[in-house]
């Protein structure tokens, strides 16, 4: 410890000891009830409508079944849906989850991302179709000879249009049969 951090330990160490523990205020201590501030929605809180407190009195003398069928039936009567276990934290996604149902049924007319799948190869073409595995997955030469001779089997998954349609082509080329999905 530094010299000047040892003598302020002192010095506050010397001012605790001289001061006498019974002169400090117990104002502290002892709040006064106007001092007092109520949590919201605390159980000190009272309801201010009484038709609210008797429907908070019979809600709380509910069983724990009882009190699943009336949440389940209140969401169905308030048309609210069923949050995920985030609970509110995850409350911004359902808009975006109606946005993607909504989106859903135009996607399903014209899809856009594909599957591409190697159904066969010409035995003539083996040797490029390997290559070609090999640079377009990204496999080491042994791998790409293993994808190859396991066909059928799928090569890529979620694919943009334009580029799946590049792959096929080129695979057609080399003579390997590929299919989108």
Known sequence: ??????????????????????????????????????????????????????????????????????VSSLKSRLNIPDLPVGGFAAAPAAPVAAAEEEEAAPAAQEKTLFSIKLQAFDAAAKAKVIKEVKSLLGLSLVDSKKFVESAPK????????????????????????????
Do not use: W
């Open 154 to 181: 799928v090569m890529k998954d979620s694919v943009p249009k334009e580029e799946a349609e590049k792959i096929v082509a080129t695979m057609k080329d080399l003579g390997a049969t590929v299919t989108m999905d």
């Open 1 to 70: 410890m530094s010299a000047p951090c040892r003598y302020a330990a002192r010095g506050c160490a010397r001012s605790i000891r001289s001061s006498n523990p019974f002169r400090a205020s117990t104002s502290f201590i002892q709040p006064t009830t106007s001092s007092i501030q109520r949590r919201h929605g605390s159980t000190a809180e009272v309801a201010a409508n009484p038709k609210i407190s008797g429907i908070v009195d019979q809600i709380s003398q509910l069983t724990l079944l009882e009190t699943a069928d009336l």
